[in-house]
Nanobody
Framework: QVRLVESGGGLVQAGGSLRLSCAAS????????IGWFRQAPGKQREFVAA????????DSRVSVKGRFTISRDNAKNTVYLQMNSLKPEDTAVYTC?????????????????????WGQGTQVTVSS
């Protein structure tokens, strides 16, 4: 079993920044890719960013490229999502998830079904 706890969400004005954290326990954290997803009211969950288990590869959705950066600290069992230049359309509940045991250490899953464990989420609200 894996427990994921997100933190760092809140209310911020457009153009501001937040850093989300995802702390994991109960599993060999460094062996799995980690992703961030978000879901706004009335919308489907969407992929935001992922970091491979080797930490050397990352991917993110087009709309956040250049603004959001995902990183991981395996020694602390924590993944971060640095969000800069926030926009009102970034408003959503952000959730981190642990991916599967892929043989490719650089693999970056982007679909929800590729993730096994999920946190409870943290609310991010960007005001205009």
């Amino acid at each position: 079993q894996v427990r994921l706890v997100e933190s760092g969400g809140g209310l911020v004005q457009a153009g501001g920044s937040l850093r989300l954290s995802c702390a994991a326990s109960g599993r060999t954290f460094s062996s799995y890719p980690i992703g961030w997803f978000r879901q706004a009211p009335g919308k489907q969950r969407e992929f935001v960013a992922a970091v491979a288990r080797n930490g050397g590869s990352t991917d993110s959705r087009v709309s956040v490229k250049g603004r959001f950066t995902i990183s991981r600290d395996n020694a602390k069992n924590t993944v971060y999502l640095q969000m800069n230049s926030l926009k009102p359309e970034d408003t959503a509940v952000y959730t981190c998830a642990v991916g599967g045991a892929y043989s490719d250490s650089g693999y970056l899953p982007t679909a929800p079904y590729e993730y096994t464990y999920w946190g409870q989420g943290t609310q991010v609200t960007v005001s205009s």
